[in-house]
C-alpha cells in the first residue's frame, strides 16, 4: 500500500546558536568570583530576593564564556529545573563545560540537600554527553556560595 506524500507534514527542527562577540572578546572564567560577577550582572536584582531563579553559564574548551542561559523561574523556596534543557541547551551552543548558578531568596547561601543531590545528578548526566559541569553557584545580593570553591562538586 502506498501513501501519498502529501498527507503527512514534517516539522523541520534548526539548530541555531550565534555568538555576536569574537573570540577574543570572550570572557575566561578562572575562579568562582568571575563566574559570579557576570551571573550578577545578567540577574534581575528586582527578583533575587523574591523568587528563585536558575541559569546556566556555557564555557569552551578555554574557560571563555559562550553565553548565559535563564533555565528556569520557580517560587520564594524552589525552582523547577528541567535537565533535559540545560544540556539541550548546551549542546546546541557545543559547550564544553557549563557552571550552575540559582539563588536563594532567604539570603542564605548555603546549599541545601536538594541542592547537592541535583548537582550530583546533573554531573553524572554531563558525563554521559562529555559536557563537564565545573561549579555551582548559589548566590544572594550580598554573597555566593561555590559548591566548586568547597569541593563539594562530586
Not at 536558575?54 to 574557560?63: A, P, Q, S, V
Amino acid at each position: 500500500m502506498r501513501v501519498a506524500s502529501s498527507l503527512f507534514t514534517v516539522t523541520e527542527i534548526d539548530l541555531v546558536y550565534r555568538n555576536k562577540q569574537p573570540p577574543s572578546e570572550r570572557p575566561i572564567i578562572r575562579r568562582s568570583q568571575n563566574a559570579r560577577d557576570l551571573f550578577m550582572e545578567t540577574w534581575d536584582m528586582n527578583k533575587i530576593e523574591i523568587i528563585e531563579q536558575f541559569k546556566i553559564m556555557l564555557l569552551n574548551r578555554r574557560g571563555a564564556v559562550l553565553g548565559i542561559s535563564h533555565i528556569g523561574t520557580g517560587g520564594l523556596h524552589e525552582c523547577t529545573v528541567d535537565q533535559r534543557v540545560i544540556f539541550a541547551t548546551a549542546l546546541k551552543a557545543g559547550a564544553s563545560s557549563l557552571i550552575l548558578a540559582h539563588n536563594h531568596p532567604s539570603g542564605d547561601p548555603k546549599p541545601g540537600n536538594v541542592d547537592i543531590a541535583f548537582t550530583k545528578q546533573i554531573k553524572e548526566a554531563g558525563k554521559l554527553l562529555d559536557i563537564r559541569v565545573d561549579d555551582h553557584l548559589i548566590l544572594t545580593p550580598r554573597e555566593y556560595f561555590s559548591m566548586g570553591d568547597r569541593g563539594m562538586m562530586p
